[in-house]
């Protein structure tokens, strides 16, 4: 079975454009997470979708940043006029819908995301 | 407020030796505790997870270690090797399925 799959791995911008990050779940996953990660630091939560529905977004800022979950597809986090400051790893997880088996979130391995 | 910490930055050890890495949590409301290790370059590995409902929980080489009354959890490793040195962190939720927080995390430096 495949794990959550993210990409790109390494993402360059310059300041003003537009970043894309995809992630697939694991397969059968209907919980998606997004975290983002700044060096030296440990994850901190931004968004969490089930399939077309956002259920959290508390962690995530309220402009620039957008994340979808669609029925088709994979999740995609996107970040409108990227700025230094978004400089990070982005981390996406996955769980299954069973909550009740306490699954843990399991996590794919990062897009690297760099402004110029 | 709502926040795990880890009470040492980093830890070296030998290989061979046991290793303890600590982390305190603030919410009481957390039920659910797991561990993750963090390789360079790679995303968290999940290692072990705990219910508040237990204090203990084995894995292979791996234990972790709940204290309700202090709010403390820990992940002890048998026998280290190289290949456990890594980032350790430690996560919380109130509710498995919600969002983790994480600490900062102890890197684990194994000597040969």
């Known amino acids: 079975n495949a794990g959550v799959m993210q990409n790109p791995r390494h993402l360059v911008r310059r300041r003003g454009q537009e970043a894309r990050l995809r992630c697939s779940p694991v397969k059968g996953h209907s919980h998606v997470y997004w975290y983002r990660q700044l060096p030296e630091e440990g994850l901190k939560f931004m968004v969490y979708?089930?399939?077309?529905?956002?259920?959290?977004e508390s962690g995530m800022p309220k402009e620039r940043f957008s994340a979808e979950f669609p029925k088709e597809g994979p999740s995609i986090l996107r970040i409108q006029q990227v700025v230094r400051g978004d400089s990070a790893a982005y981390f996406c997880?996955?769980?299954?819908?069973?909550?009740?088996?306490?699954?843990?979130?399991?996590f794919g391995d990062g897009t690297r995301l760099s402004i110029l | 407020g709502e926040s795990v910490g880890l009470h040492l930055p980093t830890l070296s050890v030998q290989e061979g030796d046991n290793s303890i890495i600590n982390c305190a949590y603030s919410?009481?409301?957390?039920?659910?505790f797991i561990w993750y290790k963090q390789e360079s370059g790679k995303g968290p590995q999940f290692i072990i997870d705990?219910?508040?409902?237990?204090d203990k929980r084995q894995g292979q080489r791996v234990t972790v270690l709940l204290n309700k009354t202090v709010k403390h959890l820990s992940l002890q490793i048998a026998a280290t090797q190289p290949g456990d040195s890594a980032v350790y962190f430690c996560?919380?939720?109130?509710?498995?399925?919600?969002?983790?927080?994480f600490g900062k995390g102890t890197t684990l430096s194994v000597s040969s």
């Open positions: 996560a919380e939720t109130a509710q498995a399925g919600t969002a983790l927080i």
């Open positions: 997880a996955s769980s299954p819908r069973d909550f009740v088996s306490n699954q843990p979130q399991h």
């Open positions: 705990i219910r508040s409902n237990m």
């Open positions: 919410n009481s409301a957390s039920d659910y």
């Open positions: 979708l089930q399939k077309e529905n956002i259920i959290d």
